[in-house]
């Protein structure tokens, strides 16, 4: 079976560009998350969506950043403008709803703002 | 809030060795419990979980009881080997109308010496 799907695996890009990173989550999975990790902080929740509705997105860091999710199979991460500390690996996931199913995450989004 | 603490390391062990990672949490209600492991430059993998009181999660020679009396999940494994070098991360998740996000410990490096 698929796991859950990023892209782009690696990016590199100039401060104040764009950055969109997608994700497709696990078929039949209700929940879907997006975490950041690095060095200095660890792995942090950045939002979460069940059913397609966003239900937490208190980790997001400032207006820079948004999510999306259009339908029940992609997601989206938007920065703009992209600024060096920004600089992280970003991981999707999705589970099933309950909470002892196991959240599963995909290879993550290496990005690099230069 | 909801928290995880792990020991800090990183540990450094020598094939063979008998290996101890130290978790505790605090949560209201009866979470759900797990360790993630992280390979160099990869995801986030599902190591192990207990979803109840006295559950005993295992996999791959390693294991970790869910203590509710003392709020622990401590993983241990009784001969580590080299390929078992990575970060380990135990985790919570809450549901039944609680926080259904995993929050994560800040992770334990392990390295595994021939």
Redo the contacts between chains.
């Keep these: 079976d698929a796991g859950v799907i990023q892209s782009p695996r690696h990016e590199v890009t100039e401060m104040g560009q764009e950055v969109t990173l997608r994700c497709k989550p696990i078929s039949g999975h209700n929940?879907l998350?997006w975490y950041r990790q690095t060095m200095m902080r660890?792995?942090e929740?950045l939002i979460?969506f069940?059913n397609n509705v966003p239900?937490?997105d208190s980790g997001m860091p400032e207006d820079r950043f948004s999510a999306k999710m259009p339908n029940a199979s992609f997601s989206t991460l938007k920065i703009q403008p992209s600024e060096p500390r920004d600089s992280a690996v970003y991981?999707c996931?999705s589970s099933p709803?309950?909470?002892?199913n196991?959240?599963?995450?995909?290879?993550?989004s290496w990005l690099t703002v230069v | 809030g909801d928290s995880v603490t792990q020991m800090e390391g990183p540990v450094t062990l020598s094939e063979e060795a008998f290996l101890t990672i130290n978790c505790t949490y605090t949560a209201t209600g009866y979470p759900s419990l797990f360790w993630y492991v992280q390979y160099p430059g990869e995801g986030l993998q599902l190591l192990l979980k207990a979803t109840k009181a006295d559950d005993k999660g295992s996999n791959k020679g390693f294991e970790a009881t869910y203590r509710k009396e003392t709020t622990s999940f401590h993983l241990e494994k009784g001969s580590v080997q080299v390929s078992d070098s990575a970060v380990y991360f135990c985790a919570l998740r809450r549901g039944q109308g609680g926080s259904e996000k995993l929050v994560f410990g800040k992770g334990t490096k392990l390295t595994v010496n021939p």
Excluded at chain 1, 97 to 100: A, D, I
Excluded at chain 1, 102 to 108: D, K, Q, S, W
């Design positions: 929940s998350f660890g792995l929740l979460y069940n239900i937490d991981f996931a709803e309950y909470s002892g196991t959240i599963y995450f995909g290879e993550g």
